[in-house]
């Protein structure tokens, strides 16, 4: 037991390494904050295009979903990060999870949304067309609202799935949590580090978690 | 040289594709192994722990709701780190394979618990009552009756998760497994040429594509109607 704690939850280490770990937080905060709304626009744009009547710009479309739901996102990143020098072009790791995750996000964000944007009756369209609303403001201002609070649950589902895949930083050396916290472990040999970031992971998206838990058993329930 | 011929060179270097392909192939075969082996254990223990807690024990239900919710909080890359690198100060050394084995069957059985229970859950109250009252047993409607119902609003949800985390796979190179990115990436550093990366690349595109564009007819034909 003594060891456990000695190795897992080691007082002193936790203090020493609370720095280095707290300055990984704020890098995955930081993160989250930059890659949340560049995927959730991109995939915005990708489900309004999506719209289109024409299959020339449909099926494009969905083939670059399945195209990134079958691609790692690790694979994308590190296609990235060691691929891009050999044109000259180097990146570096923060820039590279920015990229590699708005294009993976936009076809998850994407989907959920086009699936949101299809839930809204087509009538609503016409009806806001008929009151003199351009295509583009029934979108923004009729159909969009409804369709984003139809999809919600998904939408935060993916959200907290984002957030915890800003931890892949890690492999190209962006000093996020996880990051910080393998630094901090290598420099003490001791786990508890580690365990620090675990603990902070999950005090962060645990109520969202629970949030989400009801979302979903309250969309489910009723349904048999 | 264009700098279309260098661009080839780099990432189409097909000498180099022909040297590693041998590497990129096992990594591909291990990379399938462990993704049927998530795929089973994840999806059994989350229908196993969803059984177990329709029995209605409160303290035990308390503890699949916590360990669910710690096991949908965590990054899975920081569950295989702390296996990997924290385990051996406990006295336990998981391979490479075991601890992304482990990590991410327990991550599936997580969600795949959230999902058969909301699946359980929804089948309503009457049905249960209506077995019970033919003399059915707990178990008997809860596998006759109940179950089969559930499983059908649980497809859907399950394939898109089940795809997501056997993606996961590909973490097991930060741990030193040689699945496909594993093998990629030494091969990349030792001819300091992508063209490995392609490759592998490839070899993720000929192995999920089919699963994703099944998941989107599975998606189509059992999905929840809103």
């Known amino acids: 037991m003594e060891e456990i704690v000695d190795n897992f939850f080691n007082v002193d280490i936790a203090v020493g390494a609370m720095s280095i770990v707290i300055d990984g937080l704020l890098n995955t905060i930081l993160l989250s904050l930059m890659v949340v709304p560049l995927g959730f626009l991109s995939g915005l744009g990708l489900a309004v295009m999506a719209q289109s009547k024409s299959r020339a710009v449909r099926w494009p479309l969905m083939a670059w979903v399945d195209f990134f739901r079958a691609f790692p996102p690790l694979v994308l990143?590190?296609?990235?990060?060691?691929?891009?020098?050999?044109?000259?072009?180097?990146?570096?790791?923060?820039?590279?999870?920015?990229?590699?995750?708005?294009?993976?996000?936009?076809?998850?964000?994407?989907?959920?949304?086009?699936?949101?944007?299809?839930?809204?009756?087509?009538?609503?369209?016409?009806?806001?067309?008929?009151?003199?609303?351009?295509?583009?403001?029934?979108?923004?201002?009729?159909?969009?609202?409804?369709?984003?609070?139809?999809?919600?649950?998904?939408?935060?589902?993916?959200?907290?799935?984002?957030?915890?895949?800003?931890?892949?930083?890690?492999?190209?050396?962006?000093?996020?949590?996880?990051?910080?916290?393998?630094?901090?472990?290598?420099?003490?040999?001791?786990?508890?580090?580690?365990?620090?970031?675990?603990?902070?992971?999950?005090?962060?998206?645990?109520?969202l978690v629970r949030l989400l838990s009801r979302l979903e058993n309250r969309a489910l329930a009723g349904r048999g | 040289m264009t700098a279309w011929d260098k661009f080839l060179d780099a990432f189409f270097n097909a000498k180099v594709m022909a040297k590693y392909l041998p590497d990129i192939l096992a990594g591909t075969l291990l990379t399938i192994e462990l993704a049927i082996l998530i795929v089973v254990s994840g999806i059994l223990a989350g229908l196993l722990l969803a059984l177990v807690r329709s029995l209605s024990f409160r303290p035990l239900n308390l503890l699949i709701i916590f360990v669910v919710d710690l096991l949908r909080s965590l990054p899975p890359l920081v569950i295989i780190v702390l296996l990997y690198f924290g385990m051996p100060s406990a006295g336990w050394s998981p391979s490479g394979f075991m601890s992304t084995w482990l990590s991410l069957s327990l991550v599936l059985m997580a969600f795949s618990e959230e999902i058969f229970w909301a699946g359980i859950t929804s089948v309503h109250k009457g049905q249960w009552e209506a077995s019970r009252s033919t003399g059915l047993g707990f178990g008997q409607t809860l596998m006759n009756v109940v179950l089969p119902q559930a499983l059908r609003l649980t497809i859907a949800p399950l394939t898109n998760r089940t795809i997501a985390i056997t993606k996961g796979t590909a973490l097991g190179t930060v741990v030193a497994l040689h699945e496909i990115l594993g093998m990629a990436s030494s091969a990349v550093s030792n001819s300091y040429n992508p063209s490995p990366l392609i490759l592998g690349s490839a070899a993720y595109l000929i192995l999920f594509i089919p699963v994703v564009i099944a998941a989107r007819w599975i998606e189509k034909k059992y999905s929840w109607k809103r």
């Open chain 1, 77 to 207: 990143l590190v296609l990235l990060f060691a691929g891009l020098p050999f044109m000259g072009l180097e990146l570096g790791g923060f820039a590279c999870v920015a990229v590699a995750f708005m294009l993976n996000n936009s076809a998850y964000y994407g989907e959920i949304l086009r699936a949101g944007i299809d839930s809204v009756p087509h009538g609503q369209i016409e009806a806001a067309r008929s009151t003199g609303l351009s295509g583009g403001q029934a979108m923004v201002y009729v159909v969009l609202p409804q369709a984003i609070r139809n999809v919600l649950p998904d939408l935060l589902s993916n959200t907290l799935e984002v957030v915890k895949l800003t931890s892949l930083g890690s492999v190209v050396a962006v000093p996020e949590l996880l990051y910080q916290a393998r630094q901090a472990q290598s420099a003490t040999f001791n786990p508890t580090p580690i365990v620090m970031a675990a603990v902070i992971y999950f005090l962060i998206l645990w109520p």
